[in-house]
């Protein structure tokens, strides 16, 4: 079993939907979570980082850890076409694949 | 405070022959990182330093790809006789000691013909 794993999508909303993104991961020993946006041909860019379990707010964009279930999740709120990017769920050195998002104006 | 510099950008070679990328971290992070990232992959580790020392290395490092960090600050990775399975982006980071959180460069793109 990987390390993380992540649903690759594609994932298509409308602009202004609530949009989930989620990964589980295997190793319980895993304190800190992090959530990276990639545009096309670009470098990972660190949106939040999260330690432990609970929730972190950020403007739009909500992270939260659920350590019971293993489970990490990535919440966008008035999603907008520039929120069109591939994201990446990540801990300890490990990263998903990623889930690619397109917001359709 | 300038981000994490990665040279060159592009690269074009022939399978066999060696290619050289430089990575500049951020100035005040003492750990520097390495990973490969295929088309609809997540980034994948290589190896990491902590200022000059290489303390951890993934088996997807074959014996013909090396890193070095002689000082501290930039790092080099090198790969020889390349193949076209090497077609990737390599990707640098950098993070503070004891950092959780890693800041990422650009890329430098290697495509082996």
């Known amino acids: 079993q990987k390390e993380v794993e992540q649903d690759p999508g594609p994932l298509s909303v409308p602009e202004g939907a609530i949009v989930s993104l989620n990964c589980t991961y295997s190793?319980?020993?895993?304190?800190?979570f992090m959530w990276y946006r990639q545009y096309s041909r670009k470098g990972p860019e660190l949106l939040m980082y999260?330690?432990?379990?609970g929730n972190k707010e950020d403007g739009r964009f909500t992270a939260q850890v659920d350590k019971s279930s293993k489970y990490i999740s990535l919440f966008i709120r008035d999603s907008q076409p520039s929120d069109s990017a591939t994201y990446l769920c990540?801990?300890?050195?490990?990263f998903g694949k990623g889930t690619r998002l397109s917001v359709i104006a | 405070d300038t981000g994490v510099s990665q040279d060159p950008r592009h690269k074009i070679t022939k399978r066999g022959q060696n290619v050289t990328f430089r990575c500049d971290p951020i100035?005040?992070?003492?750990?520097l990182y390495w990973y490969r990232q295929t088309l609809g992959q997540g980034p994948e580790f290589l190896t990491y330093?902590?200022?000059?020392?290489?303390?951890?290395k993934s088996r997807l490092l074959s014996d013909r790809f090396s890193a070095e960090r002689p000082k501290g600050s930039f790092s080099t990775l090198e790969i020889q006789r390349t193949e076209q399975g090497d077609s990737a982006m390599y990707l640098c980071?950098?993070?503070?000691?004891?950092?959780?959180?890693?800041?990422f460069g650009e890329g430098s793109w290697l495509t082996v013909v």
């Open positions: 980071a950098s993070s503070e000691e004891g950092g959780n959180t890693i800041y």
């Open positions: 190793n319980s020993a895993f304190q800190y």
């Open positions: 999260t330690y432990s379990s």
């Open positions: 990540a801990t300890y050195l490990v």
């Open positions: 100035s005040e992070h003492n750990r």
């Open positions: 330093f902590q200022n000059e020392a290489q303390l951890e």
